[in-house]
């Protein structure tokens, strides 16, 4: 059943001392082979493992990060860094113990959840590596409707910027490793300033709900994420080979207009939006700072060529290029 008597022994002794309701540990055999890990049955459950078998792949689940691999990896390489040194360093007796808080995507629900990850090692060798590691991982009790707040704008119901910016490390990180374009449309509400003063910010509130649930009709596909960038910009993260990007900015900036929603110091009497929009093919280790400057680029001059425009990052290389004589 297992490896070694060492295996065996503490196995045994895991399954006395830490028969807990909810708590996963797991071992990992350095020595016989440090790409399986072994775990109870909580730890199966919890991660879809198939229990009928003894080891299990460390290459398929981290058992230090769940789905790290899948995840972690390609959502924030900073963090997967991070992870990778700190368990380099358990492994060498540099530290005594490894704490680590990972989120995991539990397909049957369709759903993240959070662990919390500890782990240490049992046995070291005369030279103090580590030899025998044991971890123990515990379900975090933040409800998921909390984690969903988290990440909502309070007014609009969209994502907000905190998620955003997490989409699209996520996105570029797919991106690169797949070989996908990723596009971002920015949209900003044209006068808005002037609707504040002259409406009111309870009337601003409401403008920036009917623009919001505007853009989620439009964008009701579940591969568009929606989010408030700021105030009154919105964007659109989008990575679809078989979506038309500059349509469907196109799209939401007609459906904004018509809306029909009053605005006395615009010179059209309506609220309208201004869109940019950009795509690029992200290269591994690249960050989206590089998208968000392109659709703000386009954003900017939608807005100079006399707002409810659509402009592309394309077409303003294009005006560029051809203003200085370049050709492009």
Not at 180 to 199: E, G, P, Q, R
Not at 296 to 317: P, T
Request: aromatic share 10%.
């Amino acid at each position: 059943m297992f490896p070694n008597e060492r295996v065996s022994k503490y196995f045994a002794m895991c399954e006395e001392l830490l028969d807990f309701q909810g708590v996963a540990w797991w071992l990992i055999d350095l020595e016989d082979n440090p790409g399986l890990f072994y775990c109870n049955t909580t730890m199966c459950e919890t991660f879809s493992l198939d229990p009928k078998l003894t080891a299990h792949s460390v290459a398929k689940t981290c058992p230090i990060a769940g789905d790290y691999n899948q995840n972690i990896a390609i959502r924030s390489t900073q963090l997967a860094q991070q992870i990778f040194n700190e368990y380099h360093q358990l492994r060498h007796g540099e530290i005594a113990e490894y704490n680590n808080r990972f989120p995991y995507y539990d397909q049957s629900k369709d759903e993240t959840v959070y662990f919390s990850s500890r782990a240490k090692a049992l046995v070291r060798d005369d030279n103090g590596n580590a030899v025998l590691l044991m971890g123990i991982i515990e379900p975090e009790t933040v409800s998921s409707e909390l984690f969903a707040l988290a990440k909502t704008d309070g007014l609009t119901g969209l994502y907000n910027r905190r998620e955003f910016d997490a989409q699209l490390e996520l996105l570029i990180g797919l991106g690169g490793r797949n070989h996908h374009a990723v596009s971002m449309i920015m949209c900003d509400i044209d006068y808005f300033k002037s609707y504040n003063d002259s409406l009111g910010h309870y009337a601003g509130d409401d403008c920036l709900k009917h623009v919001s649930d505007g853009i989620k009709r439009v964008c009701s596909r579940s591969v568009n994420h929606v989010f408030r960038y700021g105030g009154e910009e919105f964007a659109i993260l989008i990575m679809d080979d078989q979506i038309n990007v500059g349509d469907l900015a196109e799209s939401i900036r007609h459906e904004i207009h018509a809306l029909n929603l009053h605005h006395p110091k615009s010179p059209s009497g309506s609220v309208t939006v201004s869109v940019g929009y950009a795509s690029f093919a992200p290269e591994l280790g690249m960050t989206g700072q590089r998208l968000i400057e392109k659709a703000d680029m386009a954003l900017y001059a939608a807005k100079q060529r006399g707002r409810n425009q659509v402009c592309s990052h394309d077409q303003v290389l294009t005006c560029v290029t051809s203003t200085l004589g370049i050709s492009a």
